[in-house]
């Protein structure tokens, strides 16, 4: 004979937003969304004011973007600074190759198309400057060096008459390949390459996030309400993006982010909403009371995820690099402004439509239930056995680790875009003619004066002995400043520039060339930068900063869970499943583009590397994002066991009532994911991987196997807090429900 025990009935509960002298939710979420349905009216016309707002102020102020010298990090970054500040002419360096895979230099025609290149570049009037001494080691390459006249920063704008007058001489010399690369060539091109990318992206992006809305309501106003959060929040975040730039300026990439991160919370945080709205509309709540009760539950889960992902994202400022420092203001503004669109205008468009919500229904799509009928076998076998279910789903993502072990970083690489332009592809074959000719080693000798014969003595040695060390080779050239007080080596650096013969080379020029040639000389100095002493330099910095990001983001984030559940295993818990979340999508990042596993479907190359922002970047989001996922399944856990429901049931409901909005998120984040997988540039293919299988892994191995059966296990120990903590506030975690929430179960279920 089974034992069975009831639940008493909750007590009974006025009606909420109501008017005053009568109940309200108690937590700040469910306040101020009983404020927006109390007063709809001006909650949306005003989120829709402070929309266009923030819209014209960005067209109005633009976005600062940051200096190519506040990149920098260690020797590299005052090598970088010295320059910059030295009184150098502000210009864009350009080349143009003349090759033949038949003759070579010194033959007539050779010799004639080089001496055309010249009189062509220099007949523009746009050029200074100008070389043509550089011969490559198998006498099949030529290379005429210039710079364009005026500031480099327009460069872009004023190369098309040279690369016109270039063509002319491609076009006299027809058995021969004369074409031009260099700075403002490349920029030109892969400017256009990335907002092509960014364009393709976001036309993608919408309709596939729509479809899969559609898909997860059935319906179709349901599906567009949260594209239309996310868009205006993200419209909404670029606008603050103009103003913050100003104290922390942009990079390129953040606005990329900014449309990923929008789309992926601004759906996360309606799906929360909506999802809780539809389940207890199905249990017979009417259109007040089941926004009520998604207000105090779903929208305290979406303010507790808001604050995790900011907090987390705030760690990056700590590395005091710019290209974070810039991503971390982007998510850190559209993630708060996405949040304060579902605790605000949302609950008032919804309490404005009621059942209205669910016009455009989908035959064969639409059901209003969400109870997570499809997870109920799976979750049931893993719950039989829930100390099998622990160890292989642990198993499973410490294998997935494994790989993340042997990881190795680098910067990325020009070459690693996978696109075709002329401008790019000049370049990769000068490289291969003049390797780090196309983008040096730059050493800068600083002294009083650089002319003295010491100095200029010191400068010669360095150059035979760091060619004889066969740490750099020719093309090399030498530059002083106008006040004599800098003079800038550069040469090409032995390797591709990212791997490991390019830092044993920066290796064996900062401890052994450079301190026995130009550092002998009293008053004088001698720093090394380029791509590849950026790259060593910028993994020494991470290696250093990557600590306190990791303390400061698992402190604030444990702190925070403390707070919000009173249970110090629940906050320990949460921690260990996501890290090992971030650790398989580490290991997978690092077998598919260190290893190169993948290349075809991905379409890339290789370089032996991961890019070097990418895994602290990808620690960052990935925690924010895994933990806003684990908030809204305890959330929903602790709700039953305010209850006093047995914790296998609790886990057990809490699971299967959020299955379904879990999936349709997760199908959301790896979607739009996983269409920056189809860019040109290396980074942005991590990026979207990276956080695309993080997402896959969390939404299935961590939160259906992992996440149940470690709960399960512990039993009432989930809910641990010491006495010496027992000040913490109480937080709400809802409100009771109605009597078809009272459970008749087996003791001990």
């Keep these: 004979m089974t034992t069975t025990t009831v639940l008493p009935p909750p007590a009974p509960r006025p009606d909420p937003y109501t008017r005053p002298g009568r109940h309200r939710p108690g937590n700040l979420a469910a306040r101020v969304a009983g404020w927006s349905a109390r007063h709809r009216t001006t909650a949306i016309v005003g989120w829709l004011l402070f929309v266009v707002v923030a819209t014209a102020l960005s067209a109005m102020l633009g976005t600062v973007q940051a200096a190519d010298s506040s990149y920098g990090h260690g020797e590299s970054g005052r090598a970088t600074e010295l320059i910059a500040a030295a009184g150098f002419p502000d210009r864009a360096g350009e080349m143009v190759l003349i090759h033949s895979d038949s003759q070579v230099a010194g033959t007539p025609a050779f010799t004639d198309a080089v001496t055309a290149t010249v009189a062509a570049v220099e007949g523009t009037g746009r050029v200074e400057n100008v070389r043509a001494d550089a011969v490559s080691e198998d006498r099949h390459s030529a290379l005429v060096t210039f710079d364009l006249s005026g500031p480099s920063d327009t460069a872009a704008d004023r190369v098309g008459a040279v ?135 779903s929208g305290r889960a979406v303010l507790i995820s808001a604050l995790t992902v900011i907090i987390a994202t705030s760690g990056m400022f700590l590395t005091r690099d710019t290209v974070f420092a810039s991503l971390a203001t982007g998510t850190i503004l559209v993630v708060a402004i996405a949040a304060l669109g579902s605790l605000t205008v949302l609950p008032a468009v919804l309490s404005k439509l009621g059942d209205r919500i669910d016009l455009g229904r989908v035959p064969g799509l639409y059901r209003r239930d969400s109870n997570g009928r499809g997870w109920a076998r799976f979750l049931n076998a893993v719950l039989r056995r829930p100390g099998l279910s622990a160890v292989l789903a642990t198993a499973a993502l410490l294998a997935l680790a494994v790989p993340a072990l042997g990881m190795r970083t680098a910067e990325e690489d020009i070459t690693a875009l996978k696109t075709s332009a002329p401008a790019l592809d000049t370049f990769l074959r000068v490289e291969s003619a003049f390797p780090g000719g196309g983008d040096p080693a730059v050493i800068a000798v600083r002294a009083d004066d650089v002319t003295t014969p010491a100095v200029t003595a010191a400068i010669d040695r360095f150059k035979t002995e760091a060619l004889a060390a066969g740490a750099l080779h020719e093309p090399m050239t030498v530059e002083v400043n106008p006040d004599r007080t800098l003079a800038v080596v550069s040469a090409g650096l032995s390797g591709t520039g990212i791997d490991t013969t390019s830092e044993q080379a920066v290796r064996t020029l900062r401890e052994d060339v450079i301190p026995r040639t130009v550092e002998g000389v009293d008053g004088a100095e001698a720093l090394l930068t380029g791509r590849a002493a950026d790259s060593v330099d910028y993994n020494s910095a991470m290696g250093r900063s990557a600590p306190l990001v990791f303390a400061f983001v698992l402190g604030l984030a444990f702190l925070l869970l403390l707070v919000s559940f009173r249970s110090l295993v629940v906050a320990l818990t949460a921690i260990v499943l996501n890290l090992l979340s971030v650790a398989a999508a580490y290991g997978l990042l690092v077998l598919v583009f260190q290893h190169g596993w993948g290349e075809g479907v991905l379409n890339f190359e290789s370089a032996g590397a991961v890019t070097n922002w990418v895994p602290l970047f990808l620690f960052v989001i990935l925690f924010g994002l895994s933990m806003d996922y684990h908030v809204f399944v305890l959330s929903r856990i602790r709700e039953g066991h305010d209850r006093g429901w047995p914790t296998k049931l609790a886990v057990s409901r809490g699971i299967r009532g959020t299955a379904g909005t879990i999936t349709s998120a997760a199908l959301v984040m790896v979607a739009v994911f996983g269409l920056f997988t189809t860019g040109s540039l290396v980074s942005m293919k991590e990026l979207g991987f990276g956080l695309a299988v993080a997402v896959l892994i969390d939404a299935t191995i961590v939160r259906a196997v992992l996440l149940p059966s470690v709960m399960v296990l512990l039993r ?30 087996p003791i001990g279920v």
């Design 163 to 297: 690369r016109d007058a270039v063509a002319g001489v491609q076009r006299e010399h027809p058995d021969l390949m004369v074409a031009q690369t260099g700075d403002a060539s490349l920029d030109k091109s892969i400017n256009e390459i990335l907002a092509g990318d960014m364009h393709r992206l976001s036309m993608l992006s919408i309709p596939v996030t729509l479809g899969i809305l559609i898909v997860a309501f059935g319906a179709l106003l349901a599906a567009v309400l949260p594209m239309g959060l996310a868009l205006t929040a993200f419209l909404a975040s670029l606008g603050l993006l103009a103003a913050a730039s100003r104290l922390v300026p942009a990079v390129d990439t953040t606005m990329h982010l900014m449309l990923l991160m929008g789309l992926a919370v601004g759906v996360d945080y309606c799906l929360f909403y909506l999802r809780r709205e539809r389940e207890e509309r199905a249990k017979g709540a009417d259109p007040e009371r089941a926004l009520a009760i998604a207000a105090a539950t």
């Design 716 to 745: 009432e120990r989930n809910w641990y807090l010491p006495g010496w903590l027992g000040w913490l506030p109480t937080l709400s975690h809802g409100e009771a429900h109605d009597e078809d929430d009272r459970v008749r179960q």
